[in-house]
């Protein structure tokens, strides 16, 4: 009795393990998955573009910001004294424009007078009635007026010239005024902040981060793996700090270098010896819109994407001759 119960037993074991062995082989050939992925982003530095000693620090650590909110200050008081200073001196350079003009003013009305008693000097000359000496004394005198003319002219030019330069130091002193509130990039959350009232900052130093909340993974494939990978190939995404929880996403693009290549120090293969090693080829997925509403991917979390792919798509057909993509790889 007890033999055809071991018979029956073996063979539901084999029967287990083929049909375990279909399914897991059937999954793997429509799933590409790899546990070297990360959650990645480009934090935005927040950098000073002034020199300036911080009075007020307006967020705290890790403390969600807007675009265009304030997060600290610097001390206005140099800023505003120049901006005071060169609007005075744009103020005084505008009057003497004023004042030059006001005289060429006068001086155009002597020249017109002296035009007419000239013409009238003339005509009285001709008929013999006035002397040559007062002819000659008016035409020195037109000339005199015609040379202040244009020296007047001369002046107003030089003066126009300052004037733009003062009106441009006057902008200049407006947008640095504007500069000593320091905002957010982009929309997001504070990280690092390692500013304090009282610290003198220079332009360029990184005060900070703000992390932005678009985010998407890096999965870092083994090249044996890309087959039959290709943009728009929807994504699961399982995350280590959330288990249970699955997030959505797509294929955006396949990096069109190994991560090898683009390191420091790439590898050199035409130095001696070679030993084969299977590379790995980033693989960028972005997260669908409306699965991380509370924007709980942080950068740098592990995650396991798990690619749905499509084994007989005649394109991959046509170039590999072959319907499987291999086997699933684990780090």
Known sequence: MKKPLTI???LLGIGSLVVGGYLWWEHDRH???TEDATVSGRPHPVTVRIPGTVTDVLVHDNEPVRKGQILFRLDPGDYQARLMSDEGSLDVAKKKVDVVQARIQEVQAEEERIESDLKRISRLRKGGYSSTQSLIHLR??????????????NQIRADQGMIERRTGQVAEDHLNLSYTAVVSPVDGKMTVKSVVPGLYVSPGTPLGYVVPYHVWVIANLKESRLTYVRPGNSVDIRVDAYPGRIFHGHVASIQQTTGAVMSLLPPENATGNFTKVVQRVPVRIELDPGTDPHHLLRLGLSVVPEIRVNPDDPLFRRNTGSGTPGHSERK
């Open 8 to 10: 029956v037993a073996i």
């Open 31 to 33: 799933y590409v998955t």
């Open 140 to 153: 020195l005198a037109l000339k005199g007026a015609k040379a202040r003319i244009q020296s007047l002219e």
